[in-house]
Every structure is written in C-alpha cells, then in structure tokens.
Nanobody
Framework: QVQLVESGGGLVQPGGSLRLSCAASGSIVSIVDMDWYRQAPGAERELVARIFSDGSPYYPDSVKGRFTISRDNPKKMMYLQMNSLKPEDTAIYLC???????????????WGQGTQVTVSS
C-alpha cells in the first residue's frame, strides 16, 4: 500500500523559514510528478509547487522566489524549502504524487495527510 507522509510543519514568525518533507513508501515502481498543495480554512486547495519527473519545477506567482521544491528519487523523498514566510502562507500543506505501483497499470494519484504551517508573530 502506497503512503505519503509529510513532516516539518510548525509555527514560525513572519520572515522565517521552514523545510517540509514528504516520504513515499510502499510498493512503488515509479513516481511521476510530485506536488505540494496547501489549504487554508475556508479556502480552496491550491498548488504551491510542482516538480516533474525530469526534476524541472513549477511555482505559482504567490510563492515564486520564496519556495524551492526538490526531490530525491532513490530515497523517494520530496522537499519544500520555504523562505520569507508570510502570514498568508498559513495553511495545511499536503504532499501529492502520481505513482505507478504495477508496470502494467497506469499511475494513480496519492495524497498525504498534511502538515500544519502557521506563520504568526
């Protein structure tokens, strides 16, 4: 059974930094794209950063220049370095990945449970 587990969230002051991690485990043949999403209370889930299978990243304007996504394929890990954090970055951050478990079957979407990030003084 494939699992995604996030870690690294917490409380940080405005202007501070946090590094989130996402660990994938289970029967995995390959991991295609990996993403970080976030969801604040009363708001829709939004894409924070995406890293494609070739390692190229994508960032929306809201985090460009402040967040950096990376992945370690042999370790099945993904990271999100968040700098210059703002109160509006407060949300639950969720790991998402497109994972292939069986070579003869298409990949599926998997989600982690999320980790809380709170930016406040």
């Amino acid at each position: 059974q494939v699992q995604l587990v996030e870690s690294g969230g917490g409380l940080v002051q405005p202007g501070g930094s946090l590094r989130l991690s996402c660990a994938a485990s289970g029967s995995i043949v390959s991991i295609v794209d990996m993403d970080w999403y976030r969801q604040a209370p009363g708001a829709e889930r939004e894409l924070v950063a995406r890293i494609f299978s070739d390692g190229s990243p994508y960032y929306p304007d809201s985090v460009k220049g402040r967040f950096t996504i990376s992945r370690d394929n042999p370790k099945k890990m993904m990271y999100l370095q968040m700098n210059s954090l703002k109160p509006e970055d407060t949300a639950i951050y969720l790991c998402h990945a497109v994972i292939q478990e069986v070579r003869t079957q298409p990949p599926y979407n998997y989600w982690g449970q999320g980790t809380q990030v709170t930016v406040s003084s």
